[in-house]
Nanobody, 116 residues
């Protein structure tokens, strides 16, 4: 059974940090592109960051560059998103996803709220 379980969300104040984690099981984790997306109320789900397999090439949305860092641990089948200097506009539900060819899996999401 495929599972992606996010954790680490919460309520923070502007300028604080959070680290989101995604624990995966049930598929060939090391062969998948891993990504973090986010969705705010009334808005579309958008890409925050991704990391490719076999070398770990990373890509970030402009809003995340310089503040967020994505990483993966293929031995533990986990993916993390370190978020620094959080802003109110980062408030959203954050989803972990794994994509390979025509296969994609998603977690249930974790809420991040940045409120003064």
């Amino acid at each position: 059974q495929v599972q992606l379980v996010e954790s680490g969300g919460g309520l923070v104040q502007p300028g604080e940090s959070l680290k989101l984690s995604c624990a995966a099981s049930g598929f060939a984790f090391s062969q998948y592109v891993l990504a973090w997306y986010r969705q705010s109320p009334g808005k579309e789900r958008t890409l925050v960051a991704l990391i490719r397999p076999f070398g770990g090439f990373t890509m970030y949305a402009d809003s995340a560059k310089g503040r967020f860092s994505i990483s993966r641990d293929d031995d533990k089948s986990t993916c993390s998103l370190q978020m620094n200097n959080l802003k109110p506009e980062d408030t959203a539900v954050y989803y972990c996803g794994a994509v390979r060819s025509t296969s994609q899996y998603w977690g249930q999401g974790t809420q991040v709220t940045d409120s003064p």
